[in-house]
């Protein structure tokens, strides 16, 4: 698969368990046992409300990646004022890794910060 065969789209409520997986794969390095949907550190990387994660598919609509922003308990960095800047989640799922996808969603992710976001 390369970038140009990945659709991008908004993720809908019938995406919830995939971006609780996906959450699942960022709380570990590769190829090491994923935590439980209900770990703390899964559930403090669940999109807040009001973002929307960014889902890469494949060509027959299949979730295969994704990244959204949210701000974890104690903030990791703050803007120069104290504001908390937004954290990233992103992951790709296995098997689809190496492809550029990762990439192709940071783009997308960097692209809709921009218009609210001068850091992060």
């Known amino acids: 698969m390369t970038p140009q065969q990945i659709v991008l789209r ?3 409520t019938e995406d919830a368990s995939f971006i609780v997986e996906m ?4 709380c570990v390095i590769e190829d090491r046992p994923l935590p439980h949907p209900d770990d703390d550190e899964v559930l403090e990387m669940l999109p807040p409300d009001g973002v929307a994660p960014i889902i890469a598919a494949d060509h027959t609509g299949t979730p295969v990646g994704a990244v ?4 974890g308990n104690p903030p990791l960095h ?3 004022a104290g504001t908390p800047l937004p954290e990233l989640c992103i992951a790709v799922a296995p098997g689809y890794r190496g492809a550029g996808i990762g ?18």
């Open 10 to 12: 908004a993720a809908t």
């Open 103 to 120: 990439a192709v969603l940071l783009d997308a992710l960097f692209t809709t910060l921009a218009r609210d976001h001068n850091a992060m």
């Open 23 to 26: 959450a699942r794969h960022a």
């Open 78 to 80: 703050c803007d120069a």
């Open 68 to 71: 959204w922003t949210y701000y």
